[in-house]
C-alpha cells in the first residue's frame, strides 16, 4: 500500500494543494487508494460544491427563455450554448446537480439507516425476529426498484415525492441484507461476548460497537447504491414521472434535449447525459474503493 | 424425482405464490390508499358518467367490503380477467397479449447480446491480465453507468440521425425487419447488463483459476484450451446462471425506458404511457406480470443449479 503511495500523492496533488502539505490523515489515508479513487473523490467533491454554489456560479436563471436565441452554439454568452427555449445549458446544468442529487441523497439517507436498522435487529434477535424480517425483506427484492417507483407514481401522481419514498423502500433490503450477514459475523467475535458477559445491554453493545465496526463497508455499499439512485431517479424525471419540466433537472434535460437531437443539435442532451455518467462512474469508483479498503483491512 | 427434491420445488412454489399473493393485494390496495375515492381515482382526469361509475364499481367489487373486494378481484385475476384499460377501451389482458410478442422479441435480442459480448468480455478480460484486461475494465465500468435512456439518446443521434444506418423508431414487421428495427434499442438495453456480466464473468474464473485442480490439471498435461473450457468456464458458470436469471426482470423493467426511448409499442411502453394517462388496471397487470416474472426466473435460476454443479442439493442443509 505503501508503495503505491507517492504516486497517488503527485496525481492528486495537481488539482488540490492541499492535500500536499498540512492535509489532514483522513485524506492522505483516502489519497493512498490510488489516483482513480483520488479522481472520483475530487469529482464528487467538485459536484457538491457546483450544486451548492448554483446560484452565485450560474451566469443565467435556469429557466430564463430566450426564444430568440434559440438552440444558440457554444460561445462565450452560452458556454454550453442553449436548448430549444433559448435557456442556458449550462446554468441548467448547474441547477440540476441539485435535484439529480438531493433525490439519491434522500433514498440512500434512509434506505442505510432503515436497512442497518433491520439487518443488526435481525442478526442480533435470530429467531423469529430474524425470519420475520428476512422474509419481508425476500418479498421487498421482488420488487424492482424502478417498478416500485413507477407504480407509486402511478397512485399518488408524477413529482419526486412518490419515486424517492418509493426507492427508499426498494432499496432498503439491499442494505438490510448486507448487514445482517455481516453483523452475524461480527457478533461470533470475541469482542461482542466479552461486553456481553460484563452485563453491557444489547442497545449499548450495538449502538457503540457492533454498528460503528460495520459502517465502512455499509458506506461502500451505500456509495455504489447512490450512483444507482441518482440513474434511475433521472431516469424517472426522463420519462416526466419525476422532477416536473420547467424545473432544471439532468434526466429532464436529457428528455428535452431529443426533439434538437433530431435536427443533429447534441449538446442539449448530450450535456445532461455525460454529468449523469460521469457521477454514476464517480461514486462507482468511490464505492468499490471504499469496500476493497474494508476487505484489505481485514486481512 | 428423490424426496429432498420434491421438497425443495414445493417449498419454493409455495414461496412464489405467497409472494404473488402480497403483490397482488399491494396491487389491489393501491386503488384504496389514492387520494380521493376509488372510481374518480380510477376515471381520473375524465367524466364519471353513472354507466362509468357502474362497470367499475362491479369491476372492482366496490359495493362490497374490503376483504371481499380483494378476493373477488383475485378471483377475476386468477381466470384471467384483468378489467378493460380504460384508455383502449380493450380487453386488458388482450392488450398485453397484442403487446407482448414485440417486447419478448425486444428482451430475447438484448439477451443475446448480453451473453455473448458480456461472456467474452469477461472471459478475454481474465485470461489476458494486464492491458487487454485494463481496458476491458474500464468499459464495463463505464458501461455499467450508461443508463438505457442515454445509451438511447447518443444510438440515436449517430446511427440514425447522423448515419441513417438504422430507423428512428417503430418495431418493424416481420423477422428481419424487426430485427433491423429492435437492433438500437437491443444495444441500449443490452450495455449495461452486458458490462455487469462480463465483471461477473470475469471474477467468477479468476476465482477457478487461482484454484488448485485447475494447477492439478495444467501439470498432468492437460491441453490449456481443454483447462478453460472444462475446468474454468464450467465451474464458473454457477454464478453466471445466476446473474442472466435476474437479468431478466430488470430487463422487463428498463424494456419501458427503452420502448418508450424508441417509440416501440410493446409492453414497457405500455406501462409508462398506462402510468401517464393513468390507465390503472393495464398498470396493475403488467406490475403482476414482471413480479412473477421475476420470481419465475428465480426459481428456474435455482432449479439450474444442480445441473450445473451436481454438488449443489436442492433441498440439502442450505449451508
Redesign the interface.
Known sequence: MSASAPASVKDASTPTPPLRRGAPARIRKLAAQGPLFTAAVLVLVLLVLLAVCAPLLAPYEPDAIDLKNSLAGTGPDHWLGTDQSGRDILSRMLYGARTGLLGPLAVVGVSTVLGIAMGVVAAWRGGWVDSLLSRSM??LF???A??LA??C????GAGLTAPVIAMMIAYTPYVGRLVRSIARQEQTRPYIESYRVQGWSGWSICTRHLIPNITPTVLAQSAINF?YAL??L??LS????GVQAPTADW?VM??E??NP??K?V?LP??AP?TA??IA??AF??VGEGLADRVSKRER | MNRPLLRFLLGRLV?LVL?LL??SFV?FS?VH???GDPVSFLMRGRPVTPQARAALTAQYHLDEPFARQYLLWLGDVLGGDFGRSVQFRQDVGELISQKLPTTVFLVVYAMVLVTVVGLILGIVSALRPGLVDKLVLAWT??S???????AA??L??VFA??LGWFP?YGAGEGFTDQLWHLTLPAIALALTFAGLLARVTRSAMLDELSREHVEVARSRGVPESQVIRKHVLRNALGPIVTVVGTMV??ML??T??VE?AFSVKGVGSL??N???V?D?PV?QAL?LL??AA??IANLIVDLLQPLIDPRVALGGDPK
Open positions: 425476500d418479498l421482488a420488487f424492482p424502478m417498478l413507477i407504480l407514481v402511478a397512485v399518488f450512483g440513474m434511475e433521472a431516469g426522463y420519462l416526466g414521472f434526466g436529457v428528455s434535449g431529443q437531437l433530431l443533429d447534441m442532451a448530450l447525459a449523469i455518467v454514476v462512474v462507482g469508483i | 414461496g409472494v402480497a403483490t396491487v393501491a390508499l389514492a387520494p465500468g463505464t455499467i453507468a450508461i443508463p438505457s435512456y442515454i439518446t447518443v440515436t443521434s440521425v447522423k428512428l426482470a430488470s423493467v428498463a419501458s425506458i418508450t406501462l409508462i398506462s402510468v401517464t393513468k390503472f398498470v406490475t414482471v413480479v421475476f420470481l
